[in-house]
């Protein structure tokens, strides 16, 4: 059973469309976060989500809107896709006392 | 602020030899300090984390760190490779053991194991 699961897994796209990924967590956390993981394979943290509250949001371009519709899910919609919205992201569920838990990742490709 | 800096993007080791992937910590706060894994195409997993008890860290497959508060460091070693340990590393930091604060991620350093 999947802790921390992302839909879907490869996503191609054109510039200009507009998609979502989703997460969800089964461990009971209250905070999950979104990652995006570059081609240099640096984890730059996006956005965190405490029981469905916007905690933090790390200048992100505004075309990408998380929503939190209860705390064990937490997705991300893009919209006017970029080639530099090329990424891999990660959905992460943290627990009191560190360490996040990840989702295999959403392999994102613009073209 | 937090920050950890991961010394050497690869690193190269061969079968059996001991593995050391360095990584040094900044924190303004006592920080709870963590090593990730990820393997090809995966997420990443946590290999091990320290939360201000024993200094000395034990992970999962016979990883092991040690917190050295006065060199800000946070070495993660393995006595001896395996070729299934060839992987990506990420170091990672966060102010304390709240679960909404921020958890900062080194660059990774990957891990090549040669029979």
């Known amino acids: 059973d999947t802790a921390v699961s992302q839909t879907p897994k490869y996503l191609v796209t054109q510039m200009g469309n507009d998609k979502s990924i989703k997460c969800e967590q089964n461990?009971?956390?209250?905070?999950m976060y979104w990652y995006k993981q570059d081609s240099k394979k640096f984890l730059k943290i996006m956005f965190s989500y405490n029981n469905k509250e916007l905690i933090i949001n790390e200048t992100v371009p505004n075309r990408f809107s998380p929503k939190s519709p209860d705390k064990a899910h937490l997705n991300l919609h893009i919209n006017s896709l970029e080639l530099g919205d090329s990424a891999v992201y990660f959905c992460?569920?943290?627990?009191?006392?560190?360490?996040?838990?990840f989702g295999q990742g959403t392999r994102l490709t613009v073209v | 602020a937090q920050s950890v800096t991961q010394l050497g993007s690869h690193v190269s080791v061969s079968e059996g030899a001991l593995v050391l992937l360095r990584c040094n910590y900044s924190?303004?706060?006592?920080?709870?300090l963590f090593w990730y894994v990820q393997y090809p195409n995966q997420g990443l997993q946590l290999l091990l984390k320290y939360t201000s008890a024993a200094t000395l860290v034990k992970g999962i497959n016979g990883f092991e760190a040690e917190f050295k508060k006065s060199e800000t460091s946070f070495h993660l070693t393995k006595p001896s490779a395996h070729m299934s340990d060839a992987a990506e590393y990420f170091c990672?930091?966060?102010?304390?053991?709240?679960?909404?604060?921020?958890?900062?991620f080194g660059t990774g350093t990957l891990l090549a194991v040669q029979p």
């Open positions: 992460a569920s943290i627990a009191g006392g560190g360490g996040a838990f």
């Open positions: 461990l009971g956390h209250d905070t």
């Open positions: 924190s303004s706060v006592p920080p709870y």
């Open positions: 990672a930091v966060t102010p304390g053991g709240g679960a909404t604060n921020k958890l900062i």
